[in-house]
Structure formats: C-alpha cells, structure tokens
C-alpha cells in the first residue's frame, strides 16, 4: 500500500460514535482526507444529520452502498456488538485495509470474520484525538504488512502521536491510554472540587486545574524528567505540596490507580473472549 494513500483514497467509518467521529475530526482538521473522501455508517437518523452537518461528510444507514471501492474501513463499533458488524460488512469490504479500535478484539478474531487474506490493522486510540492530542497504539495481524501497519501509525500519529507495539500489550495500552483520559478527567474534577470547598469559584478551580495538568504533562514530556523529579522539584521540606503529597499517599492514591488499569485490563480480556 502506498504510504500516500490517505491523501487520495477513501475512507469508510463504520460507528458515528464520539470515537469515530474524535478520529474523522482530526483527520479532516490535519488534511490527511477531505471531507468528500469520507463516508461514516451510522443507523440512527439523528446521529446521521448532526455528524454530517458538522464535518461534512457523507453519511449513509447501511454498509453495503458504502463499502465498494473503499481504500480503508474504520471499525468504530462498541466490542459488544463487533462480530455482528464485522459479518455484515464482510462479503463487501473488497481489498480495503480493516482498521479497528473495538477494545479488547483481537487481530485473530477479525480475520476469522472477514474474506481469507483481509489485511487487519488494530489500534487503540484516545479521545484527545479530537483536538489532536490524542495517543494511539498501532498492531497489525498476520496478513498485515509492516507497510499497512506503519501506514496506519502515520495516520493516526497526525490525531497526536502513534506507536507500534506487538498485539500482546494491546490490552494493557487499552487500559492506560484508552481509558486513561478518563481517569485523568476525575483527578481534574477532584481537584476542582476541592478548590471550590476551599473558596474558590467554580470557574477558577477548574481553570488552574485543567492547565497545572495539562502544564505539567508538557513539562515532562518535554523534558524527560522522571515524575519523580517533577515532584521533587515542587515539594520543597516542610512545604504545602509535601503536606499534600503525604495525604495523597495516605489515601491509596498509587494503589487506587494501579487497581484501575489491573481493572481495566481484566475487562478488555473479557471482551476480547
């Protein structure tokens, strides 16, 4: 496959969900595909007019008008319900290049659903995609090339940045980064919260929240100090952030996180089963 191809070919989503539609935004917005070279697949009427009036793309009921010629066809349907789609589109997907970001679905089980030789691509994506901050985990199965699968990674690496890894530590991504928006978005509130008990307006409090998260990623990302230097760093002896670090500690905050992800990874690999 070209490595070009996403600047000419076609892309076919089907799922018109909030993931599905962080990813085609970002795509749009990087110029990888003009809106004409899209078609999302989603069923619910309303869904259809609001995605389409938003990013101007084509948007249809059904896959099967959808799929011919198709260059790529992005999965974006909840794990529940993957098998169900993947053998509705399978007698139509052609030699397009299957992506997935379904949680917890392996590459195995998607190419034994669609036509022998069908190269399958999965990645987890982050919903910061959406404002192209996103992070992406990228592997591919056994009929996918390096090149589809770095193909994808460049793709996707425009919505933030995009890593390849073997499948096997898809879950444990899925379970970080996937879902780690999340868990990252109720420390903001947390932390919201608790300015506003002390006085702070609403508005403030999560102001200063959302930025000293947001600051402080940058500054390790961009430097490369360990976060233990960052704490050192702003934990000066006998200070307020000792003080507070000290009641974090108290609390589980490690062992709660840490029960998070182990959570997390248990139900992708229900999922995936």
């Known amino acids: 496959m070209a490595s070009k191809l996403h600047t000419k070919g076609s892309l076919v989503v ?11 935004a970002g795509l749009i917005a990087a110029e990888q595909f003009a809106p004409g070279a899209i078609t999302v697949v989603e069923p ?5 007019e609001v ?3 938003a990013h101007g793309v084509t948007c249809v009921a059904g896959a099967t008008s959808a799929l011919p010629g198709a260059d790529i066809v992005l999965l974006a349907v909840k794990p529940q319900v993957i098998d169900e789609v993947v053998t509705g589109i399978a007698p139509h997907v052609g030699h397009a290049l299957v992506v997935s970001i379904a949680a917890g679905i392996s590459c195995a089980r ?3 659903l669609l036509p022998d030789g069908t190269a399958v691509v999965r990645v987890m994506p982050n919903t910061p995609a959406l404002v192209r901050e996103g992070m992406s985990v990228v592997s591919g199965g056994t009929e996918a090339t390096v090149e589809h699968v770095d193909f994808v990674r460049e793709v996707f690496s425009v919505l ?4 390849v890894l073997d499948e ?14 999340a868990y990252v978005a109720l420390f903001i509130d947390a932390l919201t919260r608790a300015g506003v008990r002390h006085g702070l307006p609403r508005e403030v409090a999560e102001r ?3 930025r000293t998260v947001a600051g402080t990623a940058s500054l390790i990302d961009i430097t490369g100090q360990h976060p233990e230097q960052v704490i050192d760093g702003v934990a000066s002896p006998g200070g307020t ?8 500690e108290s609390g589980g905050v490690r062992a709660a996180v840490s029960a998070a992800v182990t959570a997390a990874v248990a139900r992708a690999k229900e999922l995936g089963s």
């Open 44 to 48: 619910d009427a309303t869904r259809r």
């Open 241 to 248: 952030t000792i003080a507070g670090i000290e009641a974090l």
């Open 14 to 24: 089907v799922g018109g969900g909030r993931m599905g539609e962080a990813i085609v």
């Open 160 to 163: 933030g940045d995009a890593i």
């Open 110 to 112: 998607l190419e034994s």
């Open 51 to 53: 995605f389409a009036a």
């Open 168 to 181: 096997r530590y898809q879950d444990a991504a899925t379970a970080v980064s996937g879902s780690g928006p």
């Open 208 to 210: 200063l929240a959302v």
